[in-house]
């Protein structure tokens, strides 16, 4: 029955985002503005579940709209791929992967600094990656407000699987590429916020492990 109602409360959310989202369809006779991306494998940290490298080749215009389907309540975020086209093009191809289905989230902050939920790190906190990486796509002036969803990395070009959202707010330097926002489910992570962390500073794993079930894209 619980699982019967998520299901249910993920399709409404799925039905109300498609009643607002218009289709990006070129003119006839002119083709989707493209840019080329650099994937370069990692074998130090190979691929925690089976992925191929993303195509070199990205859209870079239009949105997408990714579900995420997790046991504290379904959200949706609009990914910009104008903004970040190959950070788009990499999340979308994960998401087609099934790489984010029935993993975990593992560290959860709000501290007065930082507040966000990191996710896409398959073993344990910042570790368990696609087995490649891929430069920044950065303008130096990003910010990081609620809802805000980015990449994380260990250092510039590292960018692989691992993201974060911005539960409250975020007082970081403007080195993370900005992938979308959510537009639809941040009472999720106002219901995660509030389960607790199990660390005294606020910056570690929660307290009642969160997962993510299903992610899907359209």
């Known amino acids: 029955m619980k699982r019967s109602l998520t299901a249910l409360i993920a399709a409404t959310l799925v039905a109300a985002t498609l009643t607002t989202t218009t289709a990006s369809a070129a003119p006839a006779g002119h083709p989707r503005p493209v840019t080329k991306c650099e994937f370069t494998p990692t074998p130090e940290n190979p691929a925690a579940k089976p992925v191929r490298i993303p195509s070199a080749t990205a859209r870079a215009k239009g949105t997408v709209d990714v579900y995420f389907l997790t046991n504290y309540g379904p959200f949706v975020v609009r990914m ?129 492990p969160i997962r993510i079930y299903k992610v899907w894209a359209f």
């Open 80 to 208: 910009d791929r104008a903004n970040a086209p190959c950070g788009v093009h990499n999340f979308v191809h994960l998401v087609k992967s099934r790489f984010y289905d029935r993993t975990q989230c593992f560290r959860l902050t709000n501290s007065s600094r930082l507040g966000v939920l990191q996710c896409g790190d398959i073993y344990r906190q910042e570790e368990g990656g696609p087995g490649y990486k891929f430069p920044d796509e950065v303008t130096g002036q990003e910010t990081y407000p609620r809802g805000t969803v980015a990449y994380g990395n260990q250092g510039p070009g590292t960018n692989g699987s691992e993201f974060f959202v911005v539960h409250s707010f975020a007082n970081i330097a403007p080195n993370y590429t900005v992938l979308g926002h959510v537009i639809a489910g941040m009472s999720t992570f106002d219901r995660m916020v509030a389960a607790g962390i199990a660390d005294p500073d606020q910056d570690g794993p929660p307290v009642k």
